[in-house]
């Protein structure tokens, strides 16, 4: 089954750090286009960043600029996402989901979601 | 950055009605990179329309999508019980591609 397995979520302490890792089965991640998004408890979806094929570009939305390092490893079919400067406006579930081979696609392959909370 | 605005906030139906939900743009918005999501409790989002009216593998043709320019609408054209959701519609033409702020559609 083509999926997608969000995993390193967890309390956080205001000001630290957070990495998560999303695993991709029964699809070559080196192929696509791969998005992070966050849904805060209770509310809607947002957009957070977008990284291409080989990692070379990245987009991000400003409420994580200077904080975050978005990278993957093909080889791993693995994608990584390192967020610094936590604060609780950054607590939500974080999702990866599979773009396509533009960076202009709709997101048609979601993971479960991990769960980021920071608090003290 | 593209706002999209979605209206209602909660749309009330019973099973067998139509529902229909609209997303409005700041800014117009190319019909290629338009989308729309449903999301229940406890899931993951689940794609339904991209390119504003082309619906996703395996989703059923009771869901349609339209519009053009700033302002875009997903129709639901007989509800039934799994279809009561929140649904999100996205833009991915200008980044950020951000998403509306979703509309509940419950159970009358």
């Known amino acids: 089954e083509v999926q997608l397995v969000e995993s390193g979520g967890g309390l956080v302490q205001p000001g630290g750090s957070l990495r998560l890792s999303c695993a991709a089965s029964e699809f070559t991640l080196s192929s696509y286009w791969m998005t992070w998004v966050r849904q805060a408890p209770g509310k809607g979806l947002e957009w957070v960043a977008i990284i291409n094929q080989d990692g070379s570009e990245k987009y991000y939305v400003d409420s994580v600029k200077g904080r975050i390092i978005l990278s993957r490893d093909n080889a791993k079919n693995s994608l990584y996402f390192q967020l610094t400067s936590l604060r609780a406006e950054d607590t939500a579930v974080y999702y990866c989901?599979?773009?396509?081979?533009?960076?202009?696609?709709?997101?048609?392959?979601w993971g479960q979601g991990t769960m980021v909370t920071v608090s003290s | 950055e593209i706002v999209l605005t979605q209206s209602p906030d909660t749309l009330s139906l019973s099973p067998g009605e139509r529902a229909t939900v609209s997303c409005r743009a700041s800014?117009?918005?190319?019909?290629?990179?338009f989308a729309w999501y449903q999301q229940k409790p406890g899931q993951a989002p689940r794609l339904l329309i991209f390119g504003a009216s082309s619906r996703a593998t395996g989703i059923p043709d009771r869901f349609s999508g339209s519009g053009s320019g700033t302002d875009f609408t997903l129709t639901i054209s007989r509800l039934e019980p799994e279809d009561f959701a929140i649904y999100y519609c996205?833009?991915?033409?200008?980044?950020?591609?951000?998403f509306g702020g979703g509309t509940k559609v419950e159970i009358k």
């Open positions: 800014q117009s918005v190319s019909t290629s990179y």
């Open positions: 996205q833009q991915y033409g200008s980044s950020p591609f951000t």
């Open positions: 989901a599979r773009g396509g081979i533009t960076r202009r696609d709709a997101l048609d392959i």
